[in-house]
């Protein structure tokens, strides 16, 4: 197959994931700036990751929470937690991003983390100038609801490159249903956090790190 474009997923793929930890210590402070002094813990676990509209809605309502403000908290409170992290030595660059650095195609990152995030950590590892169009999430219900599976951004990006047979690399099932809805090619990456991982949906290539990427688009 001959791709006219690659777009990649980031946190799992270009960059280490977020340790748990951090993010449950954001979603706690985000009911606490928004006057939730003794939230459910499970109502927090719904907030950290894997939010969908629903479970939202039904959060902010046992608190009576706008949901519109409530998730502009939650995204700033996840943003500031990840950019500390990162700062402190956390969710490092993987080491086989620069083999990306010669492609000769044009290349794009869709993420279901922050806008804000995704800008951060490109220009904290200094490879924001490696791709063409870069898309994360403003903190709206709108983009959430768009976010992946939903192929919203990868449409965005396909479009901005110029792209008709791309693939779309990633690390989760989300990723690999996006690139399905999105009608492209997907590769799914098992980094050593998703070695003995199972899919319901088959990819249509698996890979080990991007090393093995740079083989299938050049």
Excluded at 58 to 66: F, I, N, P
Excluded at 68 to 78: A, G, K, Q, V
Excluded at 82 to 87: A, L, N, S, T
Excluded at 135 to 162: C, H, N, S, W
Aim: charged residues 30%.
């Amino acid at each position: 197959m001959t791709y006219d474009a690659v777009v990649f997923d980031n946190d799992g793929v270009l960059v280490d994931t977020t340790a748990y930890d951090v993010l449950h210590e954001a979603a706690w402070q985000a009911f606490d700036e928004a006057g939730v002094e003794d939230p459910d813990p499970e109502h927090v676990e719904e907030i950290v990751v894997g939010v969908t509209p629903e479970s939202l809605s039904a959060v902010c309502d046992a608190y009576d929470l706008s949901i519109e403000e409530f998730w502009r908290i939650r995204d700033r409170t996840s943003h500031e937690a990840q950019r500390e992290y990162v700062q402190s030595g956390g969710k490092p660059l993987f080491e086989d991003v620069p083999t990306l650095s010669d492609l000769d195609l044009p290349m794009g990152v869709v993420s279901s983390n922050q806008q804000e995030t995704v800008d951060f950590l490109l220009d904290h590892f200094g490879v924001s100038e490696l791709f063409d169009t870069a898309y994360g999430r403003q903190p709206t219900m709108a983009d959430l609801r768009r976010k992946k599976p939903d192929p919203y951004f990868i449409e965005r990006a396909l479009v901005d490159l110029d792209a008709e047979d791309a693939l779309y690399v990633g690390d989760r099932e989300d990723d690999i249903t996006a690139a399905v809805n999105a009608g492209i090619d997907s590769a799914f990456i098992r980094r050593p956090h998703r070695r003995h991982h199972e899919l319901s949906v088959r990819p249509t290539h698996v890979v080990d790190d991007l090393h093995d990427v740079r083989g299938i688009v050049r």
